[in-house]
T-cell receptor
């Protein structure tokens, strides 16, 4: 079974440009998450999809970030326009459906996309 | 907001020794998970312990959870050079209907052959 895949693995763009990151979750995983780690800081949650719906987008830093998951399969995260502070590693993760009483399942992470904004 | 803290930040041991990493958190949780990240690679899920569990084992890994102290520890026994990596704890908050994980800063483990 294929794991979570992310594309591209690296992206170098100039400030003000647009970048779109893609994540393909494990087949059958309804839950999809985006996280990022900026240099020297902890991994931070961005948002959570359940199928195509945004369950929690409390971690999105500002309106320059737009996440979509059309059809409930793969997801994209667009940064427009990119700023220097957006540089970091963007991780995607997926998990099975949540169980009862808010129980959670293991999240399986992709290899990440390293974004460098110059 | 909740922030996990891990201790120590860096650990260097000899192959064959045991490695212990600690994690503290601030709010109520559903579960706590440990992940490993090898240099330049993605996060690999190691073990999940639920809030009503106190100890869990998986191979050479032993995880404990003390919800009264809001802390967890990860013990790697008989370490190997291949265990060299960064280790992160991540908590799943019990409040709100969210699946987000809150990560600690991580512990960098170096196992010398």
């Amino acid at each position: 079974e294929a794991g979570v895949t992310q594309f591209p693995s690296h992206s170098v763009i100039e400030k003000g440009q647009t970048v779109t990151l893609r994540c393909d979750p494990i087949s059958g995983h309804d839950n999809l998450y985006w996280y990022r780690r900026v240099m020297g800081k902890e991994i931070k949650f961005l948002l959570h999809f359940v199928k195509e719906s945004k369950q929690d987008e409390s971690g999105m830093p500002n309106n320059r970030f737009l996440a979509e998951r059309t059809g409930g399969t793969y997801s994209t995260l667009k940064v427009q326009p990119a700023e220097l502070e957006d540089s970091g590693v963007y991780f995607c993760a997926s998990s099975l459906r949540q169980g009862l009483a808010g129980m959670h399942y293991e999240q399986y992470f992709g290899p990440g996309t390293r974004l460098t904004v110059t | 907001s909740q922030q996990g803290e891990e201790d120590p930040q860096a650990l260097s041991i000899q192959e064959g020794e045991n490695a212990t990493m600690n994690c503290s958190y601030k709010t109520s949780i559903n579960n706590l998970q440990w992940y490993r990240q090898n240099s330049g690679r993605g996060l690999v899920h190691l073990i999940l312990i639920r809030s009503n569990e106190r100890e869990k084992h998986s191979g050479r890994l032993r995880v404990t959870l003390d919800t009264s102290k809001k802390s967890s520890s990860l013990l790697i026994t008989a370490s190997r050079a291949a265990d060299t990596a960064s280790y992160f704890c991540a908590t799943a908050p019990s409040s709100g209907n969210t699946g987000k994980l809150i990560f600690g800063q991580g512990t960098t483990l170096q196992v010398k052959p």
